[in-house]
């Protein structure tokens, strides 16, 4: 069914997050997809290197973008997402300070002042058992996942940031720390593109704390928009799916 909007959909697990926005989209058209990647398009592993996409996400995401504009967004850097994604899809990365296109060109949006902030930290991270970087085009990221203790690691980790210079922010998502230049966000990023497609309605699905910029935005331009957060945790999004699998059966009614 298109352009229909129901309070809840238990067959594909779609819940309402507000009550006060008591109706969510079951499809919409014509949508301008906005999809994150770890923990929306790929299931959350413990090896970043090894989070390989939802197996029915290659399919899906060369089909939807052939009919509708389809940018992901990520935290990833472009580059190195191209081991993942087999195709050149528009894409932000690195959180909103990457713009282009997977694995081919792509604009850094970082000011050198933020870089150069990043190779300092980068060369200070703490020595913690378990602690793993991943190495990022002009930035990175230290996961805690695989610390044995994690929340010794974590208070390790904020210790090391108390003094953060003013051009970075730092962000907490999944076990994971990452230095963002400051205001370069997913929310900027998506406020731009979205602007460049009047009569689309941007349809964003996201599972961690950057994508909240990214709903932030959304809610707060003058249009229609559905935000979709991907698995539980506290959101502002108008409606969550379970993970993954669910996300593909959302996308799937779109081709
Ligand atoms: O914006 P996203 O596409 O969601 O990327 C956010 C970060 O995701 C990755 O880390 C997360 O997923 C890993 C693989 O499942 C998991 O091991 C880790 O604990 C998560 O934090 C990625 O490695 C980062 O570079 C992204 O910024």
Redesign the pocket.
């Known amino acids: 069914m298109r352009n229909a909007w129901h309070p809840t959909d238990t067959k594909y697990g779609i819940q309402n997050t507000r009550h006060e926005r008591p109706l969510m989209p079951t499809v919409v058209e014509p949508p301008l997809f906005f999809l994150?990647?770890?923990?929306?398009?790929?299931?959350?592993?413990?090896?970043?290197a090894?989070?390989v996409p939802h197996p029915e996400a290659p399919d899906l995401l060369r089909d939807l973008d052939a009919q509708f504009p389809l940018w992901?967004?990520?935290?990833?850097?472009l580059q190195a997402l191209s081991s993942f994604l087999d195709r050149p899809y528009s894409a932000i990365g690195?959180?909103g300070a990457q713009e282009g296109v997977v694995g081919r060109d792509i604009h850094n949006r970082m000011s050198d002042e933020a870089a150069a902030a990043l190779r300092r930290l980068r060369a200070s991270v703490p020595s913690v058992d378990g602690l793993r970087v991943?190495d990022?085009a002009r930035s990175f990221?230290v996961?805690y996942?695989e610390a044995r203790d994690e929340s010794g690691a974590r208070d390790q980790l904020k210790d090391w940031l108390a003094d953060l210079p003013e051009v970075l922010d730092a962000i907490w998502?999944?076990?994971?720390v990452?230095l963002r230049p400051d205001g370069l966000t997913?929310g900027t990023a998506v406020r731009r593109i979205a602007a460049q497609h009047p009569d689309h309605v941007p349809v964003y699905l996201?599972?961690?704390v950057?994508?909240e910029d990214a709903f932030a935005a959304l809610q707060e331009m003058d249009r229609d928009a559905v935000s979709i957060k991907v698995g539980p945790g506290d959101t502002r999004a108008d409606a969550r799916l379970d993970g993954p699998d669910a996300v593909m059966a959302y996308l799937r009614r779109y081709v």
């Open positions: 994150d990647y770890d923990g929306t398009l790929a299931p959350i592993v413990d090896d970043p090894a989070a992901i967004v990520t935290g990833r850097d690195l959180h991943e990022k990221a996961h996942r998502g999944k076990k994971v990452e997913k996201g599972d961690d950057t994508d």
